[in-house]
């Protein structure tokens, strides 16, 4: 963001032979939004199959055992 | 704010990598007391130096986009980018409580160089990709590609309306 965005692309004004909605997307935005569908398509497949999730690779002794940072048996020892 | 934007953006970037060295240094060394040290540092880089970056580059690239002609909607780049630095951060999070667990871990009596080898690889995985994202980022940042979103074609467009 160090540039400021050249004038016709600042404001609403825009000429006649640059009307932007004649310009429709531009394909790097249609390749990001390709390569972000598949990544996200592979994900869910992960997510349902459960070979991927949040927290599904924490170590299970702690998951188990800690209660907001503290283990259980001191918990429960009071 | 654009400097603040650069410093904790680029920094973001260079703490993850820091990151990934860890964590593969973590994977592969032979001396137990090296990766037990390697997963303390690796909470305490993430706690400390990862998450507070993150969030302030998304504050302040927000903050910068609508002080700016730029706006936060009115172009390609800057929304992408915007998509792209909310999913890093929420993965980010929901990965913090993971590095915790294995730094507990580390540091307990029942360590030993095979313990959580899924949650070890699982944090060299996610740091890669992390930086692969964080690096298009910049990339973006950098080059600007051109291309306006639907909101500013429609607002042109009534402008143009007789």
Redesign the interface.
């Known amino acids: 963001?160090?540039?400021?965005?050249p004038q016709d692309?600042?404001?609403?004004?825009?000429h006649e032979e640059q009307?932007?909605?004649a310009?429709g997307?531009?394909r790097?935005?249609k390749i990001?939004g390709l390569v972000g569908l598949v990544l996200a398509a592979l994900l869910i497949v992960g997510k349902l199959t459960g070979g991927h999730g949040?927290?599904?690779?924490?170590?299970q002794?702690?998951?188990s055992v800690?209660i907001v940072?503290l283990p259980v048996s001191s918990v429960i020892a009071g | 704010m654009?400097t603040a934007?650069i410093v904790t953006s680029v920094g973001w970037m260079g703490a993850v990598a820091g990151f990934l060295a860890l964590a593969v240094t973590g994977l592969n060394n032979p001396d137990a007391a090296v990766v037990q040290a390697v997963y303390v540092a690796m909470e305490l880089l993430t706690t400390f130096v990862i998450v507070p970056l993150a969030v302030a580059s998304l504050v302040s690239?927000v903050v910068?986009?609508l002080l700016?002609?730029?706006r936060l909607w009115?172009?390609?780049w800057v929304v992408?980018k915007l998509v792209l630095t909310v999913i890093s951060l929420v993965v980010l999070l929901?990965?913090v409580?993971?590095i915790?667990?294995?730094a507990?871990?580390a540091t307990?009596a029942?360590w030993s160089p095979t313990?959580?080898l899924?949650?070890r690889?699982?944090l060299i995985v996610h740091a890669a990709g992390g930086l692969v994202v964080l690096l298009v980022v910049t990339v973006l940042?950098v080059f600007?590609?051109?291309?306006?979103t639907p909101f500013?074609?429609?607002?042109?467009?009534e402008?143009?309306r007789p």
């Open positions: 963001m160090t540039n400021l965005p692309q600042d404001d609403t004004r825009v009307a932007p909605e310009q997307t531009p790097w935005v990001f949040p927290g599904r690779h924490m170590p002794s702690e998951v800690t940072g | 654009l934007h690239g910068q986009s700016t002609p730029w009115r172009h390609y992408i929901l990965q409580q993971s915790r667990a294995l507990l871990t307990g029942a313990s959580s899924e949650a690889q699982s940042s600007k590609p051109k291309g306006q500013v074609r429609q607002a042109s467009a402008l143009r």
